[in-house]
Nanobody, 127 residues
Framework: QVQLVESGGGLVQAGGSLRLSCVASSRAFSSRTMAWFRQAPGKEREFVAAISVSGDKMNYTDSVKGRFTISRDNAKSTVYLQMYNLKPADTAVYYC????????????????????WGQGTQVTVSS
């Protein structure tokens, strides 16, 4: 089973930027759709972004579109989430996830499609 470890979270001021990383323990990362979800206190887990195996297709939730960029480096078994123009509403624990199957289908936004999850990294945006 794929093991995922997120890093790069921290405290930033509104308008700032941050880059999250998620490293997979298995080369199976290279044949799976990857995604980022987030969960704020008292709120439901929310889809953020997804990326196809080759990195040529992406999905974003409307609230982050134009501000966040998901990317991947399969040689390093790593997926990234570059966040800029951060807002206090972006404050949450961010989780990376791997689909059980590698197909990039629909909007890739449903948690039940993902079989592997990292431990999460905290992002806090102050204003």
């Amino acid at each position: 089973q794929v093991q995922l470890v997120e890093s790069g979270g921290g405290l930033v001021q509104a308008g700032g930027s941050l880059r999250l990383s998620c490293v997979a323990s298995s080369r199976a990362f290279s044949s799976r759709t990857m995604a980022w979800f987030r969960q704020a206190p008292g709120k439901e887990r929310e889809f953020v972004a997804a990326i196809s195996v080759s990195g040529d297709k992406m999905n974003y939730t409307d609230s982050v579109k134009g501000r966040f960029t998901i990317s991947r480096d399969n040689a390093k078994s790593t997926v990234y989430l570059q966040m800029y123009n951060l807002k206090p509403a972006d404050t949450a624990v961010y989780y990376c996830a791997v689909k059980r199957r590698g197909y990039f289908s629909g909007d890739n936004s449903h948690p039940h499609e993902y079989g592997y999850w990292g431990q999460g990294t905290q992002v806090t945006v102050s204003s």
